[in-house]
């Protein structure tokens, strides 16, 4: 059974955020119209996904997780994170929890760099050290994993 992809997880974290928030609202830090700056986290996680995906594309390698590279993508925004995809889709994440303005949403935010690192990073970067190597190893001592 193939594992689920990254977007699986951040629509189960998404539903998990509304129930916390809906049943279990531990802590309102803000309500409308403060709850607007969670558009700030969440239109720049959009705009970081879609800016890597169009450098995948300009390279013709793949998105997807463990999928073999045919490159290995170091511009903007690679250049300021190893991953900005899973960067951007946290953002949108804390987004998300700070327009609903609960404690409680928060927790799924707080979880999902973890369970990407765990389910998704390690792997994938242990294929770009089998594939590409001394491009892998400069590259990932001058750029971080997260930001």
Known sequence: MKKPLPPVYFLLALVLMAVLHFTFPIYRYWAFPMSLLGLVPLVLGVALNVTADQAFKKYDT?????????????????SISRNPMYVGITLMLLGVALLLGSASSLVPVLVFPYLLSRM????????????????????????RRWI
């Open 120 to 143: 998704f990073i390690r792997k994938e970067e242990q294929m770009l050290t089998e594939t590409f190597p001394a491009d892998w190893e400069r590259y990932r001592s001058t750029v």
């Open 62 to 78: 793949t998105v997807k997780p463990f999928e073999q590279s045919s490159a290995l993508v170091t511009e903007f925004p690679f």
